[in-house]
């Protein structure tokens, strides 16, 4: 069973930059694909961005692309993600939920479905 736990949400003002972090705890030393989605206020849950195991390739998705960064560090086993958000506007207002998967980067990006693990969140409010 994989944890995941993000962090570094929080508010700030439109303009403005946030990076989030996500750690997964592992019983396994195998390295998952990993990735970021956000879920606003009355709406579904929606893809924001991911990258492949060691980094290679990432996918975002058409409303972040340019404004947000997808990285990753899977020194001493551990699979942690990062997902540096510039020129934050209010409409990124949401819960963003860490992902991981055993299948490919653009997997996760095309259905959410085969999202194996998930965290449990962190609200980022962006003010105008």
């Known amino acids: 069973q994989v944890q995941l736990v993000e962090s570094g949400g929080g508010l700030v003002q439109a303009g403005g930059s946030l990076r989030l972090s996500c750690a997964a705890s592992?019983?396994?030393?195998?390295?998952?694909?990993m990735g970021w989605f956000r879920q606003a206020g009355g709406k579904e849950r929606e893809f924001v961005g991911s990258?492949?195991?060691?980094?290679?390739?990432?996918?975002?998705a058409d409303s972040v692309k340019g404004r947000f960064t997808i990285s990753r560090d899977n020194a001493n086993a551990k699979n942690t993600v990062y997902l540096q958000m510039n020129s934050l506007k209010p409409e990124d207002t949401a819960v963003y939920y860490c992902?991981?998967?055993?299948?490919?980067?653009?997997?996760?990006?095309?259905?959410?479905?085969?999202?194996?693990?998930w965290g449990k969140g962190t609200l980022v409010t962006v003010s105008s």
């Open positions: 992902a991981a998967t055993e299948f490919s980067a653009q997997a996760m990006a095309e259905n959410q479905a085969r999202v194996d693990y």
């Open positions: 592992a019983l396994t030393s195998s390295v998952y694909v």
């Open positions: 990258i492949s195991r060691y980094g290679a390739n990432t996918f975002y």
